[in-house]
């Protein structure tokens, strides 16, 4: 029997083959779609008709396979609202094999492929000026425990919000020991044993009933990783009437309160708002004893004030799919502004930016565990832009940023360094006057002049020269390990490529913010 001479190949995504369609599987130079059966031709007058059904029957067999593979990486997202976005035609490595298309950076068809990819994606970009607001009855309805905890109106005379509580518990029973921060961190086991050695000491008696004091922030520094927060946090807990959390970032809003340590480990028990306010106990304690002070007779006011860092709470809306079902063409009902806005409308917010595309690389130094290098980083910056894009073909530019299912499909975290699409989202509900936008580029070359901007922010009286020095002169924190250094700089095809995707994003947030250092067109590498 002849030799049948089938001809299978991957249609090549060049500028004539660009189609708005799924990835496409090309036999005897018949176009197919991959979820279609592959039925092959056949010559009956060479091929019998036996070996023509054995065909049909593998390419039956071949399709299911294929289906079933799709299917199971859908189910393997997570993601229980449908399959959200559709293969971008230029993504060719999550379905098949590298074969012929394997990875090669001097490969000219790759460079001009993800161009073509960001050109894609920047016609696509449009920014929307304001969205439609939930109302407080909605809002509360999603979480009526916290708004029941939460008061409307909190203590006159304090700068910082707090509130006295009721304590109905036990005065003999452990106050943390149900705490889930407690039970998942070895840190804040270490911190409750030390609150709970003082906890009784400061219940206020009043009319034999026990209060405790209870209170938020007064600011939050609220992004973006890999930007200078921790930087940022590590300076301010050195003024004297700044008071943070046990440790950084608590990431309550965003994550810990929907259950959520670590998306790929599913979902937890959820930490009450009780848990996140316990963190706050070390500051309240000395809140309220400037405020017994004052009662007792002194005439100043407390200036103390709590500030809370998570670098998650300004981008990070991942959870929202998971327990909110009514959405607008794929975007989030509910952001966690929404409901920091519904508690605290007067909080400050603090925000630490930087060239976006040294953030990534930074970001993919930090957070990767094996296997680094500026090849491998260029490679899943192609897979990540292709993901993107693909989303883009069905879907808002807005709603492929919060879409959960990209964000977790994509191998570097490229949706965080779109500043503006989540600044935008905050200016619905806070004033410009609440948010101080800062660079990380800025901080790196003159501290002092940065700080000086934060505490005029938080309204925080002048320092001694000596605390100012101390302040603003000690060494920055977090900066970027040794062994991630060694690597060197990704590779300038990368740049280039990254620079021009985000060119758009930061050319809005520059109009926005009316400032255009914004554009990092002159970055420095930090």
């Given at each position: ?449 940065t700080m000086h901007k934060v505490f005029d922010f938080l309204n925080l009286g002048s320092l001694s020269k000596e605390m100012e020095s101390q302040i603003t002169r ?11 250094k060694n690597l060197g700089p990704m590779l300038p095809i990368t740049k280039e490529i990254l620079q021009d995707f985000y060119k758009p994003f930061n050319e809005k ?18």
């Open positions: 029997m002849t030799q049948m001479d089938y001809k299978y190949s991957l249609l090549d995504s060049t500028v004539d083959d660009y189609h708005k369609r799924p990835l496409l599987l090309q036999v005897d130079n018949t176009p197919l779609n991959l979820f279609a059966f592959l039925e092959v031709k056949r010559d009956l007058t060479k091929r019998s008709s036996t070996v023509g059904c054995k065909i049909r029957l593998y390419g039956f067999l071949f399709g299911l396979a294929i289906m079933f593979l799709i299917m199971a990486s859908y189910v393997l997202t997570g993601d229980k609202k449908g399959l959200l976005f559709t293969p971008s035609p230029y993504h060719l490595n999550s379905l098949v094999s590298p074969g012929p298309f394997a990875f090669n950076l001097s490969s000219v068809r790759h460079y001009a492929h993800i161009k073509l990819v960001v050109k894609s994606i920047k016609s696509k970009v449009g920014f929307r000026s304001s969205r439609q607001l939930p109302e407080l009855k909605a809002l509360m309805r999603s979480d009526p425990h916290m708004f029941s905890v939460i008061p409307r109106k909190f203590l006159h005379g304090l700068k910082n919000p707090c509130w006295y509580e009721e304590f109905t518990g036990n005065i003999t029973t452990d106050p943390y020991k149900m705490n889930l921060y407690g039970r998942y961190s070895r840190r804040f086991r270490t911190v409750f044993q030390h609150l709970r050695s003082t906890f009784y000491h400061h219940l206020l008696h009043r009319n034999r009933r026990l209060y405790r004091m209870r209170c938020l922030p007064y600011f939050y520094i609220i992004g973006q990783p890999k930007c200078g927060t921790t930087d940022l946090y590590d300076r301010l807990r050195l003024h004297p009437d700044v008071k943070f959390t046990t440790f950084k970032e608590p990431h309550w809003w965003t994550r810990k309160r929907f259950g959520i340590i670590r998306l790929s480990e599913g979902l937890h028990d959820r930490y009450p708002v009780e848990d996140y306010l316990d963190l706050f106990d070390q500051a309240a304690y000395q809140i309220q004893g400037e405020l017994t002070t004052n009662i007792s007779g002194s005439p100043s006011h407390p200036k103390i004030i709590i500030g809370e860092a998570s670098a998650s709470t300004m981008w990070d809306n991942n959870a929202w799919v998971y327990f909110y079902d009514n959405t607008t063409e794929g975007e989030p009902l509910f952001l966690i502004q929404d409901f920091i806005h519904a508690v605290q409308p007067e909080a400050r917010f603090i925000v630490m930016l930087r060239d976006p595309v040294e953030r990534l690389y930074s970001d993919y130094l930090y957070f990767g565990i094996a296997n680094k290098s500026a090849e491998d980083f260029h490679e899943k910056v192609s897979e990540s832009l292709q993901l993107f894009e693909g989303c883009l073909m069905e879907y808002t530019m807005r709603s492929c940023v919060y879409n959960t299912t990209v964000n977790n499909a994509m191998p570097v975290r490229l949706q965080v360094g779109l500043y503006i699409v989540y600044l935008i989202d905050w200016l619905t509900v806070f004033s410009k006057e609440q948010i101080l936008v800062l660079r990380l580029e800025d901080h790196a070359s003159n501290r002092k002049y000690s060494p920055a924190s977090n900066t970027r390990r040794p062994a991630d947030l520059a109009k926005v913010l009316r400032n255009d250092s914004f554009l990092w067109e002159y970055n420095s590498n930090l």
